[in-house]
């Protein structure tokens, strides 16, 4: 392991920008950048800049923007910041994710506040000067060797124009500690049964117009592109060789970082960067889990029972948890989504009768809320393992309240704000909030786990930390019912007395947190309470089986 020591060498800054189309994989490719450069025992950060003029994507719904993912310090973030966690382990901040919105927000309040000492205030130099301070504040905290730094967007579209400005301002003013990565696609033509390389000559072309020469290409593709034509790529982008890298589609996004270092990737880029290369990286933890993915040949059958089943990114960092946790357990993950708006008592068997698990999804509003009642209803009586997940775990609550305490109008204060039993009701923090925007429970809490319930054995102990999402929580005014009950609430938060897990422990494994423990999973700190449901549902199914 080495470090480049911050007093006498300055943090290195990589640039990724994508080109062609959207949804290549930038985010994967930084985090598997760092995830080598991390094994290298180098400290890493990566940093995503979003061209929207939204302030976070945390207004933004998941048709939009698919997942709104949650840092530890209550950041509402874009969900690449998910993959930087579960691929670094390095946790993000605020400092890690900054928009459009953020970067003017911040120079009119300057300009609000005079600052700008009767200048007119414009892109160049004002929008691009607070891009680049922004840039290099987390490099200036003497924490890192290395700030990866995505934009957001593709090379043409005009809202990314002033962050690829200050890329290039910062290119001339950072020299070698400064390089670029410009990922593309390279699209196969079936009819004529070829690759085609002009794509990503215009894009590339298209960045030099802007005067930002990549160092590295990455070509996106679904088929292999012969050494040949790297060459004539390499030749045609005034890029060497050696630095055009195909990134081939592969079976997880788990495999993208040993695929980037077989073309050594990490080595180009420290060779860019004047970084003395020394050893490999240790990667020998994250191939153990690549192993294990490998070697599984059973499958465990999860069941995702939400509204945003259309939307593979809805839902994003509880399939990479589950997907973690399975692999894990040695099994292969089978996840079905179940519509929840099309899951009634009359198909619930159909549905729900062959799996081996059920989670019961995050969310807001009352769209498809109902189905969720009769998931949890059918779970609970069938003694199904079912982790409910925020919203889910308030449905967990609902549903006990009305089939089991007989208070058959129970709702939430969210759904239905006249019902006579507000199981869920509003914080009291939230009752006096009218903007919308950063204000709901966010981030990091504490919370104390019973001794002897079933979340404190998963977890291994009793003081655990887990991030928050929500304005609603389980009104305390029907704790004592429900535990009289047989819902027991085992999980709450030391200080303020919330209630963040319930648990029937008369159950297999039925769950619910009011946290959402899938933003801290990562591939080597997976959540010991996805571990222990997964656990829990491949024991069930092994019951099953002998019956
Ligand atoms: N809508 C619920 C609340 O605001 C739950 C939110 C969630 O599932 N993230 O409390």
Known sequence: ????????????????????????????????????LKARGFRVTIQKFDPYINIDPGTLNPYEHGECYVTADGTEADLDLGHYERFTNVPTTHANNVTTGRIYQSVINKERRGDYLGKTVQIVPHITDEIKRNVKYLGNTGDYDFV?????????????????????????????NACCVHLTYVPYIAAAKELKTKPTQHSVKQ????????????????????????????????????????SADVPTIYEVPVRMHEQHL???IMRKTGVEISGDPHMDPWMHFLSKMKSARETVKIGLVGKYVELQ???????????????????????????????????????????DGVIIAPGFGQRGIEGKFVALK????????????????????????RNVLGLTDANSTEMDPSTPDKVIDLMEEQKSISNMGGTMRLGAYECRLADGS?????????????????????????????????????????????????????HRWFIGTQYHPEYSSTVLSPSPLFIDFVKAAISYSEDRSEK
């Open 1 to 36: 392991m080495h470090f480049i020591s911050s007093t006498t060498v300055e943090t290195k800054y990589i640039f990724v920008t994508g080109g062609v189309v959207s949804s290549l994989g930038k985010g994967i490719i930084s985090s598997s950048l760092a995830c080598l």
């Open 148 to 176: 990866i730094t995505e934009i957001g967007g593709t090379v043409g579209d005009i809202e990314s124009l002033p962050f690829l400005e200050s890329v290039r301002q910062l290119r001339w003013d950072l020299g070698q």
């Open 207 to 246: 960045l030099q117009e802007l005067g930002i020469q990549p160092d590295v290409l990455i070509l996106r593709t679904e088929k292999e592109i012969p050494a040949e034509m790297r060459r004539k790529i390499a030749q045609f982008c005034n890029v060497a060789p050696e630095a055009v890298i195909q």
């Open 266 to 268: 990490d080595e180009i």
């Open 313 to 355: 990114d809805a839902y994003k960092s509880i399939n990479e948890a589950l997907f973690q946790a399975a692999t894990y357990n040695d099994r292969k993950l089978d996840l079905r989504y179940i519509h929840s708006e099309k899951l009634y008592d009359s198909n619930a068997d159909e549905k729900l009768g062959d799996l």
């Open 378 to 401: 059918w779970c609970r009586e069938h003694d199904v393992p079912t982790f409910g997940i925020c919203l889910g775990m308030q449905c967990m609550v609902i549903e006990f309240a």
């Open 454 to 506: 079933r979340a404190a054995e998963a977890y291994g102990k009793t003081d655990i930390s887990e991030r928050h999402r929500h304005r609603f929580e389980l009104n305390n005014d029907y704790c004592e019912r429900l535990e009289a009950a047989g819902m027991k609430c085992v999980g709450r938060n030391p200080s303020t007395g919330l209630v963040e897990v319930v648990e029937l422990p008369d």
